[in-house]
């Protein structure tokens, strides 16, 4: 039975770059002091009776390095996102002015930052278990492979190399949960 290992391969960096992809998006919604309207992303509002990513119902931007501003397509929706923020809860207090709703982000305290830190080293042990489980899938199907009558060396190269991305990756999360962290500790 002729297998082509190179699919194993590019299945497998395919899922770890998912993985990354993942550990990123997690990863930016921890605050760290400084505003970002990352911190926002995922917040779903009423829209007409639909739960509506908030992005597609109103401009979301900083005003400065330490405020969000919200800026509604409609009037109306104001209150709507005011409740959304707060039924979230996110730690912020928003401030309706009539026109926009605005987010201070109040500087974090020692003990915060500590919390924050332990969360983003949570999310790189769910991306490198995530990363040993689609090696483990890869190695299984190279081994059936080896005992379905594919070369024994070409197996065990092709462990080689699925160990090699997987090292590779595993270095690529622990670069983004120190820098998060560093992010997170810098005052």
């Known amino acids: ?17 998912n ?9 930016a ?3 760290t002091g400084k505003a970002s309207p990352a911190m926002l992303n995922g917040l779903m509002v009423e829209y007409y009776g639909t739960p509506t990513p908030l992005n597609q119902v109103a401009n979301v931007s900083l005003a400065d390095s330490r405020t ?5 397509w409609e009037k109306s929706m104001l209150p709507v996102i005011e409740k ?3 039924e979230a809860n996110l730690g912020f207090t928003p401030m309706n002015d009539g026109e926009f709703i605005r987010i201070n982000i109040p500087p974090l305290t020692e003990e915060r930052r500590k919390e924050l830190v332990k969360q983003a080293h949570h999310y790189g042990e769910e991306a490198r278990i995530s990363l040993r489980t689609t090696r ?25 190399k699925i160990e090699d991305v997987v090292k590779e990756y595993a270095n690529k999360v622990q670069a983004l949960v120190e820098a998060k962290e560093k992010d997170i500790m810098t005052i």
């Open 84 to 86: 959304a923020i707060f």
């Open 136 to 160: 483990h899938k890869a190695l299984d199907i190279v081994k059936k492979a080896v005992k379905d009558g594919y070369p024994e060396d070409e197996g065990k190269r092709m462990d080689a």
């Open 19 to 27: 993985t990354i992809e993942h550990l990123k998006h997690e990863l």
């Open 68 to 72: 969000i501003a919200i800026q509604p």
């Open 1 to 17: 039975m002729e297998i082509d290992i190179t699919n194993v391969l590019d299945a497998a960096k395919e899922s770890f770059d």
């Open 29 to 31: 919604k921890i605050r």
